[in-house]
């Protein structure tokens, strides 16, 4: 579930992705060594806006790799001339999309090198100082839900502690940007605690594989291909949205990839795998689902027919 929130927000570090209602990280491109000093710094004060950091990494990623970017650009104006993108799953539309993504895996692991976990952590920081009421966070939820994260932490240990942030209201939703900070519902934690925890899960799978980053330099990829489109402004607006299929492609996949890690968290922590089933069951009530090429989620009854088959195995 993502948050449509009209907040006023302090600078993002990513796409506000990952949420609760993905496929690996592009060639693995989301394992970074939780090697990283994350201890609280005295002031974020001075640290680069996260943003600007993964945008500039991005640029001089693909400046070194012209040739990858001259093929993946010549790719892209070929899908939009045949097909103006009118027709969403034409092997040339998908081709252009498929550029994108291959062109932003070869560089992930150099971008996330430097747009380090220590920066994205100081970027949650920031964002949650700009981001919370004063009525958000009430003692008796904020401790539950720590409760719980701590839970989860304790069988799968990581460097990075995750952060959960309770929001004022009852809603039934949770989401992650990037860094340490988990953003629940007040609903979230009024669930029977099993499915709770498969929320919390789900969402810190996110933030260990470092999801919305990745998510983010898919976009900035295909923001520099339009770039170079530029002499042609209506080129240049279909390469962009090839850029947004691309990376909305790329965060259903990330949510497959949170189900899976997360239900692999639960039964670490003593909880049932099948609890990640029901709660996506109960989001899914008796709703008739649609999908869209721009989805950042796949359908919930995609999810659960995923994690039906990877059952046995899980199993065996």
């Given at each position: 579930m993502n948050i449509?929130?009209?907040?006023?927000?302090?600078?993002t570090s990513a796409p506000a992705t990952p949420g609760f209602p993905t496929a690996a990280p592009p060639n693995g491109a989301g394992k970074i060594a939780d090697t990283v000093d994350l201890s609280p710094p005295a002031t974020t004060a001075d640290v680069p806006r996260?943003?600007?950091?993964?945008?500039a990494s991005t640029q001089a990623h693909l400046a070194s790799l012209p040739a990858a970017v001259a093929l993946a650009l010549a790719t892209c104006e070929r899908s939009v001339a045949d097909v103006g993108l009118r027709r969403f799953e034409t092997p040339e539309t998908q081709a252009g999309i498929r550029a994108i993504r291959d062109l932003a895996a070869?560089?992930?692991?150099?971008?996330?090198a430097e747009a380090n976990r220590e920066q994205e952590v100081a970027e949650s920081r920031r964002f949650r100082e700009g981001f919370l009421l004063p009525t958000d966070n009430p003692p008796d939820l904020a401790a539950k839900g720590q409760a719980l994260m701590d839970?989860?932490?304790?069988?799968?240990?990581s460097a990075l502690q995750t952060k959960v942030v309770v929001l004022d209201g009852p809603t039934l939703m949770a989401f992650v940007r990037g860094g340490e900070n988990l953003y629940v519902g007040q609903d979230v934690l009024d669930l029977p605690e099993e499915e709770a925890a498969a929320i919390l899960a789900h969402e810190r799978a996110h933030l260990l594989e470092r999801h919305p980053t990745l998510a983010s330099i898919c976009t900035e990829v295909g923001l520099v291909l339009a770039a170079h489109a530029a002499g042609?402004?209506?080129v240049a607006a279909a390469i962009k949205q090839l850029g947004t299929l691309a990376t909305a492609g790329l965060q259903r996949e990330q949510e497959f990839r949170a189900d899976a890690l997360?239900?692999?968290m639960l039964e670490r922590a003593g909880y049932?795998?099948?609890a990640m089933t029901r709660v996506l069951t109960r989001l899914q009530g008796?709703?008739?689902e649609t999908s869209r090429p721009t989805d950042d989620h796949p359908l919930l009854s995609a999810r659960l027919r995923a994690l039906s088959a990877s059952a046995p195995a899980a199993q065996g």
């Open positions: 449509a929130s009209t907040r006023v927000t302090a600078s996260f943003r600007n950091l993964l945008r070869q560089i992930a692991p150099g971008v996330l839970r989860l932490e304790g069988s799968s240990p042609s402004p209506p997360g239900s692999d049932p795998r099948s008796d709703r008739t």
